[in-house]
Each structure stands twice: as C-alpha cells, then as structure tokens.
C-alpha cells in the first residue's frame, strides 16, 4: 500500500524532472532544425555550384545565385547578398597545380536559435570547371 506522503513525493520529484526534460527535448529539436538548415544551405551551394560550371551562360554568377536561392527557399529565405559565387578559376586554364574550381559560399548570418544570440551558418560547394 501507498501512503499518501509517498504519492506526494513522487509529485515534487516529477515537478522538479519535469523543466529539465522539457529543456532537453526543446534543445534537441532546435540543434535538429539548426542542422537540417545547415544541409540546406550545402545542398544549395552544391547546384548553384553545378549550374554555374555546367553553363556557359555570361551571367553564370547570376545563374548561380537564383539556383541557390530557389533550392533552398522550401526552409530558408536566402537574399542574393548571402551567395558568394567566385568563378575566377574558370577564366584561367587547367594546369598540374590549378584545379580550376568554382566555389558558391553561402553565409545565413542572425540565425537565431532559442535566444542564445546569432549564429552564422555557413554552406559551400566547389565543383571543377567544365571545358
């Protein structure tokens, strides 16, 4: 049998676990989100990376940006000021030490999570240059 000083004290106990697990379940679910954006934005980087060096197109650059921005617009909003394409491997020729890589950086800065102040993520893709 229970005593009802024993049912009490499983209340404060429970009372006590209760914010713990709560913070903890929050916390995991706001580093899942956190990581999830973070793969967006290397999946974003990766095709407008690929568009960029498979075209070519003269606005290449703008190419790019608009495939980033398109493939990562179903979880993040990304302006065309967060994209940085650097395609000046491309314009040289392929050597032994050049590789001839175009880079897409993207950086999703003021990505705030839980309060705890703004933290910069950051996506890159590097692909060869074609021709």
Do not use: K
Not at 25 to 44: E, P, R
Not at 57 to 66: C, E
Not at 97 to 126: C, K, M, P, Q, Y
């Amino acid at each position: 049998m229970e005593r009802r000083g024993d049912r009490g004290a499983a209340l404060v106990e429970f009372a006590l676990v209760l914010p713990l697990l709560a913070m903890m379940t929050i916390g995991i679910i706001a580093f899942g989100y956190m990581f999830h954006i973070q793969s967006v934005l290397d999946n974003a980087a990766r095709d407008g990376v690929r568009v960029a060096t498979l075209t070519n197109a003269t606005d290449a650059v703008a190419l790019a940006r608009s495939t980033a921005q398109a493939s990562a617009s179903s979880s993040v909003a990304l302006a065309a000021t967060d994209i940085t394409v650097d395609l000046s491997a491309c314009a040289t020729a392929a050597s032994a030490t050049n590789d001839r890589l175009a880079h897409v950086t993207i950086e999703l800065e003021d990505f705030s999570l839980l309060g705890l102040g703004a933290i910069t993520l950051t996506g890159t893709g590097s692909m060869r240059c074609n021709g």
